[in-house]
């Protein structure tokens, strides 16, 4: 069963903080690593691909892998109320084309 | 990335009918996929659409429930048949970034069965 796990939330953070959500995933032959961004009646937006071990930062957004580990973490710098949305974490199993296991997303709350 | 159309955008039908979606992109790629994401859930992976073949169908899903056309290399469509409450989701379309493995997804079709 390949499954991918995430805190469901609400994860509530203060505006200006840092937000961290977390990614474990159970198949150690995953390749490739997505965090995707939905807000409330709307389709997901990938914010973050990571596909080797270490940190990707892009603007306020650093993305962390741990293969040996088998996990990836997306922490939010600067939280702003506009980061309020569902965190999807998703895993391509598959070296080409889409064998993407999703996670159940964890809904944060940035707080004005 | 490619920018992925979908249409209807939501509709309420009755049990028992069937729904067409539509999925146009503006480039042409190899591989299409549908999700399904039913109410507070996450995305499940249905079927892959390749072009001038037969869909592929994932655990739990099959043809006949979820018939899916793949004319040519810029379009596709997923059929929801004979209905029931429980198929009431958001239906998503998407593609892949040319072999990047990055998926980008159309709007979504909202659809509630009564």
């Known amino acids: 069963q390949k499954e991918v796990e995430q805190n469901s939330g609400p994860l509530s953070v203060p505006e200006g903080a840092i937000a961290s959500l977390n990614c474990t995933y159970s198949d150690r032959g995953s390749q490739s690593f997505f965090w995707y961004r939905q807000y409330s009646g709307k389709s997901p937006e990938l914010i973050m691909s990571i596909y080797s071990n270490g940190d990707k930062e892009d603007g306020r957004f650093t993305a962390q892998l741990n293969k040996a580990s088998q996990y990836v973490s997306l922490l939010i710098r600067d939280s702003q109320p506009s980061d309020s949305a569902t965190y999807l974490c998703a895993v391509n199993m598959r070296n080409y084309g889409q064998n993407f296991v999703f996670g159940p997303g964890t809904r944060l709350s940035v707080l004005p | 990335s490619a920018v992925i159309s979908q249409k209807p955008s939501r509709d309420i039908c009755q049990r028992g009918t069937s729904l067409t979606i539509q999925c146009q992109v503006d480039s042409q790629v190899t591989m299409m996929f549908w999700y399904r994401q039913q109410p507070g859930q996450s995305l499940t992976l249905i079927a892959t659409?390749?072009?001038?073949?037969?869909?592929?169908?994932e655990s739990g899903f099959v043809i006949d429930k979820f018939p899916i056309s793949r004319p040519n290399l810029t379009f596709s469509t997923l059929t929801v048949s004979n209905m029931s409450p429980e198929d009431s989701s958001i239906y998503l379309c998407?593609?892949?970034?040319?072999?990047?493995?990055?998926?980008?997804f159309g709007q979504g079709t909202r659809l509630t069965v009564v």
């Open positions: 659409a390749n072009q001038g073949s037969e869909a592929t169908y």
């Open positions: 998407s593609v892949d970034n040319r072999g990047n493995t990055e998926a980008f």
